[in-house]
């Protein structure tokens, strides 16, 4: 099966390009941007025709330029999220007016109305004031939850996942899924580029089979969880649509490193009162560095994130019974002396060793990077492009239900404990690329974006090649050995 996905998105064309093109725009895409629009008026209301209208994004120095057309109406379309930015009204023969200190939420169509006064008639101070209300506005595009950067740095995250964020909207089950639709209905976009997850299995997100994040947490700037939008920009679903916007450079140098530890020293060993038998060593790291900065101030910018994670997981929460009593709490009825005997056997007679069949450990590793550029090209058009990419894989025992005895299940439980080369390895690979050109003019905006994703999903067995081993005591498994036989199988190329 090819996973190569290729999409090219225009909005708002000219007659000439817009015929090719078009047909592309509903497929699925994220807002990358926002807006702000309004009305300019004199201290008597009448409209201020050809009033100038400059926007400035204070990190970046990124200038946004527009005109006031009949009836005294402007509009700034395809902004850079976040802020904060300088709003400047002026025209000739009145006093300009400056908003500081705006803020543009993902997808947000701020409105900001002036009045000017005459130049020469000094006036009482003018307070002008954008509407606060999070939910009821005449911006909103239809029911959405906006996660801003402020809330993105300061909400916990356990897993450091915008899973977390995403559970802030009310329709949200707390498990990715939203207004009780399959999680595999939804669409999730980066940047505004197509980032389901082409395999259809197990998660709804490229790398959720592996319990990766396709993109480091502290890249993340803005989240937008929408579940019916008025954009007609985003479509291709019938759950919810999470559109991602990752940060950028700014005319300031930053950078971070960080490390997250846990071991077992740090998680309890006592369910409900009794110890947990199965207690390997374990651990977990997640660690990485960010770098952002000016390759040209106002006018080229860089921002990089890489990271890696290992997780060490116990492959089993049973232990085989020692025989010096009946199955407890954490100890599976399949005798220790038996299993011994069933692995001495395949080593001596078929020179085959199924592996241990307790104590050991499940890897859980990823490597992922994110390069991003911005490029003013003039005050009328900019550029953006983004580089993604990931390397994860997981460990996991064979198949719990297939081949089983009476569907009773291969362990490891109380009842069957399997051995561990008859387990598997998950692969989720990722390159992911996308360009996007945001243009404005007087009469019209234009949006150009195309995105490129290679995904390769696969399965590794942990036995070379062996016939399949099932063996069963009073009608249920006892235990599983050899080479997995289905799940490898499953192959994304």
Request: hydrophobic share 35%.
């Amino acid at each position: 099966m090819k996973a190569s996905h290729l999409l090219v998105h225009a909005s708002r064309l000219l007659p000439l390009c817009a015929l090719p093109i078009v047909p592309a725009v509903l497929l699925g895409q994220g807002v990358t941007t926002a807006s702000i629009s309004g009305l300019v008026t004199d201290e008597k209301g009448a409209p201020l025709v050809e009033a100038s209208v400059l926007a400035v994004h204070l990190p970046s120095g990124t200038q946004y330029r527009a005109f006031v057309r009949a009836g005294g109406v402007y509009d700034v379309p395809n902004m850079r999220v976040g802020g904060p930015y300088r709003l400047t009204i002026a025209a000739i023969g009145f006093q300009p007016r400056t908003q500081e200190d705006v803020f543009l939420n993902l997808g947000q169509n701020l409105r900001l109305d002036f009045r000017l006064a005459r130049q020469a008639v000094l006036l009482e101070e003018l307070k002008v004031t954008a509407e606060k209300h999070e939910v009821l506005n005449a911006g909103r595009t239809g029911a959405a939850t906006f996660i801003d950067p402020d809330k993105v740095a300061v909400l916990p995250s356990i897993k450091r996942s915008t899973r977390d964020l995403t559970r802030l909207d009310p329709r949200s089950d707390g498990n990715f899924s939203f207004a009780g639709r399959n999680w595999l209905y939804n669409n999730i976009s980066r940047d505004g580029s197509y980032f389901n997850n082409p395999f259809g299995l197990d998660d709804p997100a490229p790398g959720g089979q592996t319990n990766a994040e396709p993109v480091p947490y502290d890249a993340v700037e803005q989240v937008q969880v929408s579940v019916a939008p008025f954009d007609v920009r985003q479509g291709g679903f019938t759950g919810a649509n999470i559109n991602t916007v990752t940060k950028s450079g700014t005319n300031q140098f930053r950078g971070a490193i960080y490390s997250f530890l846990r071991n077992d020293a740090l998680q309890g060993n006592r369910v409900r009162g009794l110890d947990v038998v199965a207690n390997p060593d374990l651990s977990y790291i997640q660690s990485g560095f960010a770098f952002s900065g000016p390759l040209i101030r106002n006018k080229l910018f860089f921002y990089a994130n890489a990271e890696l994670e290992r997780t060490d997981d116990p492959g089993t929460n049973f232990v085989a019974n020692p025989g010096t009593g009946t199955p407890g709490f954490g100890v599976s009825r399949v005798q220790a002396r038996i299993m011994d005997s069933i692995r001495t056997r395949m080593i001596q007679q078929y020179q085959y060793d199924p592996g241990p069949y307790q104590g050991y450990t499940h890897a859980t590793d990823n490597n992922k990077l994110i390069a991003k550029l911005d490029w003013n090209i003039n005050p009328n058009n900019n550029l953006t492009f983004r580089y993604n990419f990931l390397d994860a894989k997981r460990d996991l025992p064979p198949h719990p239900f297939v081949l089983s005895f009476n569907n009773s299940g291969r362990g490891p439980n109380q009842t069957s404990v399997p051995f561990c080369k008859s387990g598997y390895a998950i692969n989720n690979n990722l390159h992911s690329f996308a360009l996007e050109v945001n243009s404005r003019a007087t009469a019209f905006a234009n949006r150009f974006f195309s995105s490129y994703n290679r995904f390769r999903d696969f399965r590794q067995p942990f036995s070379e090649d062996f016939p399949t081993i099932e063996i069963g005591e009073g009608g249920v498994s006892y235990t599983t050995l050899g080479h997995e036989p289905f799940s490898i199988h499953n192959i994304l190329v």
